[in-house]
């Protein structure tokens, strides 16, 4: 059992540690903004046609071991695309005909992205096209 002389001197311990929340609050903080302001991001850059393939794949049953761990696991810097892939994320797997169905959603999503982005790469000038 402790004596007196040291019971305050674990009240004063346990007061100090109450000073060090707010430093470790800014200090996650400032990590975070500085990641964001040099681009130190873990967000891949997926294009839809990959992502169309990841869930494709896995409704077909026909990706690698790994391939939709990478595609949930990873963020994707497209947020069109990462909104699919957080979507992904929240089927419940194994994936019975519920689930496949959600999947097939997904996938008629990115498969719209796709098609947007093909038209917009399509009606866009060529550099050494001429316009009226």
Partial sequence: MPDRSDQWHLEIDRWYLWLL???????????????KLFGMSNAK??????????VRDFIEGTGGEWDWDDFTSISIEDPRLE??????????????????E???QLLIRAEAI??????????APRPN????
């Avoid at 892939?85 to 519920?98: N, S």
């Fill in 102 to 104: 959600e999947l097939k």
């Fill in 21 to 35: 929340v707010p430093f470790f609050f800014v200090a996650a903080l400032a990590v975070a903004l500085i990641s």
């Fill in 45 to 54: 850059a997926r294009t839809p046609q990959e992502v169309v393939g990841y």
């Fill in 114 to 123: 796709r098609l947007e982005d093909w038209r917009l790469r399509v009606a």
């Fill in 83 to 100: 909104a699919i892939r957080m979507d992904a994320e929240m089927v419940h797997l194994p994936a019975g005909p519920e689930q496949i």
């Fill in 129 to 132: 096209e001429k316009t009226d």
